[in-house]
């Protein structure tokens, strides 16, 4: 008798384990960041021409009820690497879907027919994973298998690893007639719909495409990444920016261009280079743009154009120093023909550290003083930036000179007279003090940073005020009768 009440618990026990465990073992499909990548052809050669991705990504609230949203993206063939890595347009909200884990079913609503027998923009049936062995399936969504027949059957349901999975999932396995001769005559065919994956052969939706690989990640971590084809670094760019000095008064430029592609673990990037200096850098969906650190090994944001204004970021700089920026406003620059989107911003005192960076970003440019955020030397940071070309028949020019101008002053210096400049820096005026020999005529001219005259005259109190010119650093000459000699400043305000 005991023993018989030991069975009888221990089969009850099983049997509460089996059907708790089954109860939990339901995957559902609409989870954040799943990625089923298809393929589309033409039936013509190249047999791929295109694919794209179904994306899961992001909440919403429809009726009171809770869907994730599901975004389609496509992606090109590019000859150059082989890859299909150039995506094509916006993502674009494909449709909404949402599990309903207990009854063990998956719902969807679309905007547009993809099936003859679904309704647009109210909820349907997309899968139900509770129907049993011999269950005629009733899914407006299967329309797009059954062409020619009413056939749609549950088949068999069992536990089944697919090829893109790495577990076994309970799986229907599905029979649908389907049109399969050139005479329109009807056969049957066997499709496996999986438990929290869809079609193994088609994915999710049944578009007429299919399926190439399933995903769980990131864009990038499923190696789908807008970079090869985007704005913001195409190979061959070049920057001209003004090159800081703390004791030449010529006054030469940086020329940084992308040289190639890179792979940095799953990331494709560009390489940026000036001098023997290598950076890498990549742009996602022409928003926002990374740098990566070498020593840290680790991808930082360096612009964020999808931020509003009001919103904080925090900039990596280097080791683990970050700076913060608010973002204040947006505007647009008209250059060669084209318009640009320019973020104004300015520095926080909240952050780890204050570096020499200008207050715009402009879209695919970079940032006006210069493309990284620095330390200045002496004082006198790189920069501003002179001109950007994308490609050579294509110039963008900030200044109103040559982008490679090298500004060469006269080469006069007496030794018989020196000045001073105070306050240095200075926000409102310059003090000249003038030692050795004196003049009857004094005249004086002012130079910015990249040779440009922006103000002259004859020095008559020894004071100049500079409080209409912008921050940077400046050159001045002092002429006494036939002999001339030079300084510099800084204007900062």
């Not at 250059?335 to 926080?348: K, M, N, P, R, S």
């Not at 000045?419 to 005529?441: A, H, L, M, T």
Request: aromatic share 16%.
């Amino acid at each position: 008798m005991k023993k018989y009440i030991y069975c009888s618990l221990f089969l009850s026990f099983f049997m509460l384990q089996s059907y708790t465990g089954n109860a939990q073992k339901y995957h559902p499909m609409a989870l954040e960041g799943a990625h089923w990548i298809i393929g589309w052809d033409r039936l013509s050669p190249p047999w791929l021409d295109r694919k794209y991705s179904f994306t899961v990504r992001g909440d919403t609230i429809v009726n009171e009820q809770e869907y994730k949203k599901v975004y389609q993206e496509f992606f090109e063939f590019d000859e150059e690497t082989k890859r299909f890595s150039n995506r094509v347009g916006n993502p674009n909200l494909y449709a909404l879907m949402r599990d309903d884990t207990i009854a063990r079913k998956v719902y969807a609503i679309t905007q547009e027919t993809l099936y003859q027998n679904c309704p647009i923009n109210e909820e349907y049936l997309l899968f139900d994973f509770s129907v049993k062995e011999g269950d005629t399936l009733k899914w407006c969504s299967l329309d797009g298998l059954q062409l020619e027949s009413d056939v749609s059957l549950a088949d068999s349901i069992r536990m089944h690893k697919s090829y893109y999975l790495d577990e076994f999932r309970n799986t229907i396995y599905t029979r649908f007639g389907a049109a399969g001769y050139m005479d329109g005559s009807v056969v049957e065919m066997t499709v496996p719909i999986i438990e929290g994956f869809g079609h193994e052969f088609i994915g999710p939706f049944l578009d007429g495409s299919f399926l190439i690989d399933y995903c769980l990640g990131t864009n990038r971590e499923c190696g789908l990444f807008p970079i090869i084809k985007n704005d913001w670094f195409p190979i061959g760019a070049e920057w001209y920016y003004t090159k800081g000095s703390t004791n030449s008064f010529s006054q030469r430029f940086l020329n940084p261009r992308i040289t190639k592609d890179t792979l940095i673990g799953l990331q494709m990037a560009r390489i940026w280079s000036q001098s023997g200096q290598l950076e890498f850098i990549y742009a996602e969906d022409n928003d926002k743009v990374y740098r990566y650190d070498k020593d840290l090994k680790q991808w930082f944001l360096l612009y964020d154009f999808s931020a509003q204004p009001g919103d904080t970021l925090s900039i990596h700089f280097r080791d683990n120093q970050f700076f913060e920026i608010v973002v204040d406003s947006f505007t647009q620059i008209e250059l060669a023909g084209d318009t640009f989107d320019v973020q104004h911003f300015h520095q926080t005192l909240d952050g780890d550290i204050r570096v020499d960076w200008g207050s715009r970003n402009i879209r695919f440019l970079g940032n006006d003083q210069f493309i990284f955020p620095q330390m200045s030397i002496a004082g006198v940071p790189t920069g501003p930036i002179r001109c950007y070309s994308p490609k050579p028949e294509k110039l963008y020019s900030l200044v109103s000179f040559a982008c490679d101008l090298v500004p060469v002053f006269e080469n006069v210096l007496e030794k018989d007279f020196h000045v001073n400049i105070y306050p240095n820096p200075s926000n409102d005026f310059i003090q000249i003090d003038i030692k050795g020999r004196q003049g009857s005529e004094k005249y004086y001219r002012l130079f910015s940073s990249i040779g440009r005259v922006v103000k002259e005259g004859n020095l008559m109190d020894e004071q100049i005020h500079v409080s209409e010119l912008p921050s940077g650093l400046y050159f001045i000459s002092i002429s006494l009768d036939k002999s001339t000699t030079y300084t510099q400043f800084i204007i900062k305000k």
